[in-house]
Each structure stands twice: as structure tokens, then as C-alpha cells.
């Protein structure tokens, strides 16, 4: 099992990294009216998550190499591109103050998330 998240840390993270914002970029401009079950601000969750899983994975990119903060700024700056992207190219997609704070914020639990597990990814990527 730590062979395998070795090698997905090393070798693969980059490409997991850059799927994840494409699907984040096509989930955040396509038009999935009717495709979603929508309750009351449940979007705010989703898109929390989103930039959690965006944020840890890039940072998975940069373990070893101090650049979390550029990381951090980075995926904030791309939830705030999304949302003027969704209210400029698209008809169908609004701006939302609210999904900008719920991105900024799964970010922000990302990066504590990943300052908990960071140690303990790189003991186990130097006993490998």
C-alpha cells in the first residue's frame, strides 16, 4: 500500500493534479441544470470540497519543495477566475459572492488538512 501512494505521490500526483482542475474548470462552466439535485445552498458544500480536493492534491505536487503559499494563492485566485469566467462566457452560470468564500474556505481547510499529514507523507516517502 505505501508502494502504491509512493508512486501516486511521486510519479502521478502531477497528472491527478491537472485532471482535477479540468474536471473543477468543466463542472464550474458546463451548463448541468436539470443533472443536479439541488438543495438549499448544498452548491456551497460542493464547491468547499472541490477546492479542499484541489488544494491537497496540488500541494501532494509541491511536498517537498516550500510552496504553499503560491499553491494556496493560486487556487484562491482560480475559484475567483471560475466565477467571473461563469458570469462573462456563460448564460446559464451567475457570479456568486458566496461560492467565491466557500472555495476560498475549502481551500483554507485544505492547506490545514495537508499541514496535519505533511510529516508523516514525507517520513513515508524517505522510508520507501
Known amino acids: 500500500m505505501q508502494k502504491l501512494i509512493k508512486s501516486l505521490l511521486k510519479d502521478k500526483s502531477i497528472y491527478i493534479a491537472i485532471l482535477l482542475t479540468l474536471v473543477i474548470t468543466y463542472l464550474s462552466l458546463a451548463n448541468l441544470k436539470g443533472k443536479v439535485i439541488s438543495l438549499s445552498n448544498i452548491d456551497k458544500l460542493y464547491h468547499a470540497l472541490a477546492y479542499f480536493s484541489l488544494t491537497v492534491v496540488w500541494l501532494l505536487v509541491f511536498i517537498r519543495k516550500e510552496k504553499k503559499k503560491v499553491v494556496v494563492i493560486l487556487c484562491i485566485a482560480f475559484g475567483i477566475l471560475m466565477e467571473f469566467l461563469q458570469s462573462n462566457l456563460t448564460d446559464y452560470r451567475s457570479f456568486e459572492y458566496l461560492d467565491m468564500l466557500a472555495n476560498t474556505v475549502g481551500?483554507?481547510?485544505?492547506?490545514?488538512?495537508?499541514?496535519?499529514?505533511?510529516?508523516?507523507?514525507i517520513n513515508?516517502?524517505?522510508s520507501l
Open 124 to 126: 513515508m516517502l524517505n
Open 107 to 121: 481551500v483554507l481547510i485544505g492547506l490545514l488538512f495537508f499541514s496535519r499529514i505533511e510529516k508523516n507523507l
